[in-house]
C-alpha cells in the first residue's frame, strides 16, 4: 500500500495550493481519505476527511471555508484545495487512508488511520 502525497510549497498569506494524495495497493473507492497535518511540538490533527462511501466530508473548524477535500476515484486521487491560506496553516501535512464506512467526522483521527503517505511541507508567510 502506498500513499503519495504531493502539492505543498512556500506560499505567502492569502495564497492558495492543492495538495494531492495517489493511492495505490487499495480498492480505493472502499477507503476513507483524510489530510492530517503537524506543526513542529504539536499533536498530528485531523484538518478534513472525506467518507468512502457517499461522499461525506468533515472539516476542522480553523478551515472551514478555506480548504475543499475532494476524491477522484477513477484516479485514485484525494485533493485538498487550500485558500487564504495564513501562517497558522504551515505544517507538514500528510495523507491517510482507513477502510470504512463511518460518517467523515467520526473517522477523522489520526489513531484511526491505517495507511499513511509520507507528509509534503506547507509554508506560509506572513
Known amino acids: 500500500v502506498q500513499l503519495q502525497a504531493s502539492g505543498g510549497g512556500l506560499v505567502q498569506a492569502g495564497g492558495s495550493l492543492r495538495l494531492s494524495c495517489v493511492a495505490s495497493?487499495?480498492?480505493?473507492?472502499?477507503?476513507?481519505i483524510g489530510w492530517f497535518r503537524q506543526a513542529p511540538g504539536e499533536e498530528r490533527e485531523g484538518v478534513s476527511c472525506?467518507?468512502?462511501?457517499?461522499?461525506?466530508?468533515y472539516y476542522k473548524d480553523p478551515v472551514k471555508g478555506r480548504f475543499t477535500i475532494s476524491r477522484d476515484n477513477a484516479k485514485n486521487t484525494v485533493y485538498l484545495q487550500m485558500d487564504s491560506l495564513k501562517p497558522e496553516d504551515s505544517a507538514a501535512y500528510y495523507c491517510?487512508?482507513?477502510?470504512?464506512?463511518?460518517?467523515?467526522?467520526?473517522?477523522?483521527?489520526?489513531?484511526?488511520?491505517?495507511?499513511w503517505g509520507k507528509g509534503t511541507q506547507v509554508t506560509v508567510s506572513s
Open positions: 495497493g487499495i480498492t480505493f473507492a472502499h477507503y476513507s
Open positions: 491517510a487512508a482507513v477502510r470504512s464506512e463511518y460518517s467523515s467526522n467520526l473517522i477523522c483521527h489520526y489513531y484511526l488511520m491505517n495507511y
Open positions: 472525506i467518507s468512502s462511501s457517499d461522499g461525506d466530508i
